[in-house]
């Protein structure tokens, strides 16, 4: 799964991969990351929960972005066909 964090010395944002199957889940539940910045060059640290927790938010929010504009795309063709 992709996640990301901002860095807290540029506010630049840093991206990264983190295994997001149910073995890597509940090994790394309690863990911290570390995570090396392409901004400032620090390492830092992120709390595995945090990260997934919000993937997992992300990517519901990402699908129901989809699905309301799939709503608004099929009510526009329908007022487009009726007006013909």
Not at 1 to 26: H, Q, W
Not at 28 to 35: F, G, Q, R, Y
Not at 49 to 65: Q, S
């Amino acid at each position: 799964m992709r996640a990301n964090l901002v860095c807290p010395d540029t506010g630049g944002p840093v991206s990264f991969d983190v295994k997001d199957d149910a073995k890597s889940v509940s090994r790394n539940w309690k863990t911290s990351l570390a995570v090396k910045c392409p901004h400032c060059g620090d390492t830092h640290a992120v709390a595995f929960k945090e990260v997934y927790v919000n993937g997992i938010l992300t990517g519901f929010r990402d699908d129901f972005d989809r699905l309301l504009l799939g709503r608004a795309l099929r009510s526009v063709a329908t007022i487009a066909t009726s007006n013909q």
